[in-house]
């Protein structure tokens, strides 16, 4: 057992059902007593959502930052927060400086989040290197599956199915060669692929063998700039397809677990804008998807928590492996607010060599979750970032399973050095249909005034028939355009607000007597 734990209080179980706990609690209660300050090695929302985990089973906490974060939300609930250079980006994406935070802080724990370095497997191996827990998977885990011809290569030998591709192209003419030949065997369109893509970018679809040959160099280039690795590869390409995943767990015994679907298909330029748990599939699917996941987790050797990725064709429900996601994703919410399991809780039980022990029963995917990405982004001008501009009115919703992970309040200056994500608005219903209301209504009962946001955007969804009966697909927005034409309030309410802020100055409104 490694020397690896988490602290906690006497009472406190890690997330488990109390009848889980059982005969190993003894155990874990040993474990417990060993990791005792953990580095989120992220920013924004996502670092905000560890500490706050991290703060309930009894750890530590430091914060990293660059200089145009100095004055970010999230440093305030760190314990500790740590200066690692001037930025952009550029330190976030520092293998050696967020050693250095860790060491000089006394973390014995890194939280990668998401983005950054979360898949990258030299943190990881730095981590283990420098006597520090890495909570995610083992570095092998993360290198063969952010490979995709590898990744691939693992799925065969369990009979995942996936979708007809090449191995890594060849340089120069050779690769070309072997792009044509598939392109002519396989027929168009196909994709190229970044071998150390994610998050949707590196990816390009070809409909042509002229296309091909044009933009495989320019492919290459992009690859290069967004992942350090020029490699690609080729995939036929579904037209249309659903985007499938499946939340799993697992732990260093061998035990993997599923936390069911999400439905991730309405993206633009292949990022994610909606996400749906559990997807609408017939159950006899689901249960193949779901076993499927877990089988290639086993494959891998997988520990921790990760998730599998899967395209589904929405006439016949076929489906096929894309990729293994080795880290927790943005889409995390709306599992968590389904099942009641907080998924970065278990990381750091799993990254400590607890024991999977969530019963399968307590897995109930009760009613509907739907996250949406409010972004201080002009949709109507092809999502252009509203950066440098300032919030200057901040109302947000409330009610029953209605559920905000962010870092936005009335003042906040949106960063033009990384992204504009503003709030993740998680909603939960008993139907469909219940659900759509209850994410109407709370994205009207948003005040957001100062930048443009993707507000209006969604709420044009929100009354789409297609959306409301459940029919979309990876092509949604391109068969939808007229999503972007609803109408501009955002000048009358900016008129409105500023009277608001006058009378609340003044300590004068002339409607309370």
């Known amino acids: 057992m490694p020397d690896i734990s988490i602290r906690m209080n006497e009472n406190q179980n890690c997330g488990l059902p109390a ?79 967020i050693i250095w935070a860790a060491q000089k802080s006394g973390a014995d724990a890194i939280h ?43 799925m065969k030998k ?66 290069r700039s967004a992942f350090n690795d020029e490699r690609i590869y080729i995939e036929k390409c579904v037209e249309s397809p659903r985007h499938i995943e499946v939340q799993i767990l697992a732990d260093v015994y061998g035990k993997v677990m599923h936390l069911g679907t999400r439905d991730c298909s309405i993206q633009r330029r292949h990022q994610k804008l909606l996400e749906i748990a559990p997807a609408d599939l017939p159950p006899n699917v689901l249960e193949a998807i779901h076993q499927t996941a877990i089988r290639a987790a086993h494959q891998a050797g997988y520990v921790n928590a990760g998730t599998v990725e899967f395209l589904v064709d929405p006439k016949t429900n076929e489906f096929w492996f894309m990729e293994v996601n080795t ?51 002009d949709p109507k001008n092809n999502f252009m970032p509203e950066g440098g501009k300032r919030v200057e009115v901040y109302q947000s919703p409330g009610g029953p399973e209605i559920r905000l992970d962010g870092i936005v309040y009335q003042g906040y200056k949106i960063p033009t050095d990384y992204d504009s994500l503003l709030v993740k608005l998680t909603v939960r219903g008993y139907s469909w249909a219940h659900t759509i209301q209850r994410l109407r209504r709370a994205l009207k009962d948003f005040l957001i005034i100062g930048p443009k946001t993707t507000i209006p955007f969604y709420l044009a969804i929100c009354n789409e028939k297609d959306f ?37 100055a003044r300590k004068i409104n002339p409607y309370a007597y």
């Open 19 to 97: 009848r889980a706990m059982g005969k190993n609690n003894e155990e874990k209660v040993n474990l417990v007593k060993k990791m005792k300050k953990m580095l989120v090695a992220n920013r924004g929302e996502i670092a905000l959502r560890i500490i706050r985990t991290a703060k309930e089973v009894g750890l530590d906490t430091v914060a990293v930052y660059e200089k145009p974060d100095r004055e970010a939300y999230y440093l305030r609930f760190a314990d500790e927060a740590i200066m690692i250079g001037d930025g952009p980006r550029k330190d976030y994406l520092n293998i050696d400086k």
């Open 112 to 154: 990668p989040g998401y983005g950054f370095l979360s898949e990258n497997p030299e943190l990881a191996s730095a981590c283990e290197d420098a006597g520090i827990t890495f909570i995610g998977p083992p570095p092998q885990v993360i290198r063969d599956l952010g490979n995709k011809v590898v990744a691939r290569d693992i």
């Open 158 to 223: 369990a009979d995942i199915p996936f979708i007809p591709g090449t191995g890594t192209l060849a340089d120069g003419e050779e690769g070309i060669r072997q792009a044509v030949e598939f392109g002519k065997e396989r027929g168009y369109p196909v994709m190229f692929k970044a071998l150390a893509g994610g998050g949707g970018r590196g990816i390009r679809k070809i409909s042509s063998e002229q296309e091909l040959r044009a933009q495989l160099p320019q492919a290459r280039s992009e690859a």
């Open 327 to 377: 880290r927790l994703q943005v889409e995390h919410t709306v599992t968590e607010i389904l099942t009641g399991i907080d998924i970065i809780r278990q990381q750091i039980l799993l990254a400590a060599g607890g024991r999977l022990e969530i019963p399968e029963e307590r897995i109930h995917l009760v009613g509907k979750a739907v996250q949406v990405r409010i972004n201080a982004e």
């Open 468 to 504: 409301c009966s459940g029919q979309f697909t990876t092509s949604y927005l391109d068969c939808h355009p007229e999503l972007f034409d609803y109408p501009d309030t955002e000048r009358e309410i900016a008129k409105l607000s500023k009277l608001i802020a006058e009378i609340h």
